[in-house]
């Protein structure tokens, strides 16, 4: 057994987008993506299926020409290669859950270069 905080040392930056694995478990790495308002990730894909849990705040979530507002309390599953961005509406705190397979520095590199 493991228990983790989603909520510890939450510090937004004005630079950029913050990154950080949480938790990692036979089967899935968990991610906290933090967005100050008005931050984007750029658009990108991930080579095997996501979970995009926002656990506060609000989120502008494009898929192709399609934008999803997702707030609080809000998930959203992508199936691998399906291009999406992240736009905040409100400072967020939003969960990635990645498969086990799926490199951490990649998530890393898109919010480096947004």
């Given at each position: 057994?493991?228990?983790?905080?989603?909520?510890?040392?939450?510090?937004?930056?004005?630079?950029?987008?913050?990154?950080?694995i949480i938790l990692?478990?036979?089967?899935?790495?968990?991610?906290?993506?933090?967005?100050?308002?008005?931050?984007?990730?750029?658009?990108?894909?991930?080579?095997?299926?996501?979970?995009?849990?926002?656990?506060?705040?609000?989120?502008?979530?494009?898929?192709?020409?399609?934008?999803?507002?997702?707030?609080?309390?809000?998930?959203?599953?992508?199936?691998?290669?399906?291009?999406?961005?992240?736009?905040?509406?409100?400072?967020?705190?939003?969960?990635?859950?990645?498969?086990?397979?799926?490199?951490?520095?990649?998530?890393?590199?898109?919010?480096?270069?947004?």
């Open positions: 057994m493991n228990i983790k905080s989603f909520n510890e040392n939450i510090e937004y930056s004005d630079n950029r987008v913050d990154t950080k990692e478990t036979s089967f899935s790495k968990e991610i906290r993506v933090l967005l100050k308002n008005g931050q984007t990730m750029k658009e990108h894909k991930a080579p095997y299926p996501i979970i995009v849990h926002i656990l506060e705040g609000e989120i502008d979530f494009g898929i192709g020409d399609e934008i999803k507002l997702l707030q609080t309390g809000d998930i959203i599953t992508l199936e691998s290669n399906v291009y999406h961005d992240l736009t905040a509406k409100k400072n967020s705190i939003v969960r990635l859950t990645l498969s086990k397979l799926d490199d951490v520095s990649r998530v890393k590199k898109v919010a480096d270069n947004s």
